[in-house]
């Protein structure tokens, strides 16, 4: 793996200074840059009298490496991208730059989307959409849906909304910000557990009114028959007693009482008998 850093820089610096280093000049913490500047030829090591040198067979390979790799160690790791991965690294596997994506199904009733993509998405089904700043295709009304299972049957569920959005686990910052500016508004499903009230309370935090909480009317009901024990999770408990001690949206403070009162979530797969009757 090849690594440009200050240790490195200096040892370069110093040999194309000097024309010749001798052996013990060389870092441990360089050595395999060292060695693929051997294999590529641009330096050798060589017997002398007093023992092993180095010496520089191409000067100028050796200087444009030397920029390259130096530019390279002094860019921005967070948004190193493949090709300067491949260049560090020689693997562009390496590369520490993220895209943000989102799976998104657009609902086949809705009459606000572009027939292109409903098309689209008779063909394959549900699309990794992948974004960046700027003009945002996630539009109208959306359903945000933490369960694949309940994604998958969005058309049926919520058959009056134009797209909806799966997400899972803890939703992404980067997804919170990119729904911020998109034109839309947004009813949240979540599991009704700490680890979606939480996820809530960030999106409504983020986004205000263009948030809604999705409250079946038989919520009580669907706790009475969970047995999702929650409260057995450290994790869950500690979110737990976190909501407990912010200021929460109104809405989810019924929901808290229920989870407190059974030591268990409601798992959003529970409510689509709900739906479906």
């Known amino acids: 793996m090849i690594k440009g850093n200050p240790v490195l820089e200096r040892w ?13 000049s060389a870092p441990k913490s360089a050595m395999s840059a060292i060695n693929n500047l051997i294999d590529l030829e641009y330096i050798s090591k060589k017997p002398v009298k007093n023992g092993i040198i180095f010496e520089i067979l191409d000067r100028n390979e050796l200087l444009k490496w030397t920029e390259r790799i130096i530019r390279i160690s002094k860019s921005d790791n967070s948004t190193l991208d493949r090709g300067a991965a491949a260049l560090r690294y020689r693997s562009s596997k390496k590369s520490s730059k993220t895209y943000p994506k989102v799976e998104i199904k657009f609902i086949v009733q ?61 939703i992404a910052e980067s ?25 809530y309370c960030r999106v409504k935090d983020a986004l205000g009114k263009k948030v809604n909480l999705f409250i079946p009317e038989n919520l009580n009901e669907i ?12 994790k869950n408990r500690k979110l737990l007693s ?9 809405e989810v403070i019924p929901i808290i009482k229920l989870i ?18």
């Not at 370069?12 to 013990?24: D, G, K, V």
């Not at 008779?122 to 959306?142: A, P, R």
């Not at 407190?260 to 479906?276: C, D, S």
């Open 12 to 24: 370069l610096n110093r040999l194309i200074e000097n024309e010749t280093l001798p052996e013990s």
């Open 110 to 170: 809705s009459e606000n989307i572009p027939m292109e993509f409903t098309q689209f998405q008779n063909q394959v089904g549900t699309m990794n959409y992948y974004y960046e700043q700027g003009k945002s295709i996630i539009q109208g009304e959306v359903v945000l849906i933490e369960n694949l299972e309940s994604f998958l049957k969005a058309d049926k569920l919520f058959p009056k909304h134009d797209i909806a959005v799966y997400y899972r686990g803890n």
């Open 175 to 199: 997804l919170i910000l990119h729904l911020t500016d998109s034109n839309c508004n947004i009813l949240f499903f979540p599991d009704y557990d700490p680890v979606g009230i939480q996820n």
């Open 223 to 234: 706790f009475e028959s969970s047995s999702f024990q929650i409260i057995e999770k450290q």
């Open 242 to 250: 976190e909501l407990t001690k912010r200021k929460v949206p109104e």
């Open 260 to 277: 407190q009162k059974h030591h268990a979530g409601a798992e959003q797969e529970l409510l689509h008998n709900y739906f479906l009757d």
